[in-house]
């Protein structure tokens, strides 16, 4: 059974850090891409951050560029985000997802491919 277990979301204030780690078990980690995704309150889910199962490049929606950092330690199959300076409009259900078919990153990013697997999220929370 593959799963994927988010933790490390809470509440901060604005400008305050969090770090996110994912956790893929049931899985063989080289043979996904692994992203980020978040969903606020009445708004569709988007992408955040990924990485290329190929080479490790690192891909970001514009928003988040300069703040936000992914990462991964593949013996221990997790995949890390580093939030900094996080905005009120950072503030959402944030997601890891694994994605199969080798891809184009930024599809995944846009979620013009959506991930196999999904885990339960982790909420952000951010006051002004």
């Known amino acids: 059974e593959v799963r994927l277990v988010e933790s490390g979301g809470g509440q901060v204030q604005a400008r305050g850090s969090l770090r996110l780690s994912c956790v893929a078990s049931?899985?063989?980690?080289?043979?996904?891409?692994i992203g980020w995704f978040r969903q606020a309150p009445g708004k569709e889910r988007e992408g955040v951050s990924c990485?290329?199962?190929?080479?490790?490049?690192?891909y970001y929606r514009d928003s988040v560029k300069g703040r936000f950092t992914i990462s991964k330690d593949s013996a221990r199959q997790t995949v890390f985000l580093q939030m900094n300076n996080l905005r009120p409009e950072d503030a959402a259900v944030y997601y890891c997802?694994?994605?199969?078919?080798?891809?184009?990153?930024?599809?995944?990013?846009?979620?013009?491919?959506?991930?196999?697997?999904w885990g339960r999220g982790t909420r952000v929370a951010v006051s002004s």
């Open positions: 997802g694994a994605v199969a078919r080798p891809t184009n990153p930024w599809a995944v990013l846009r979620l013009w491919v959506r991930p196999d697997y």
């Open positions: 049931g899985l063989v980690f080289y043979d996904y891409d």
């Open positions: 990485l290329d199962r190929s080479d490790g490049t690192t």
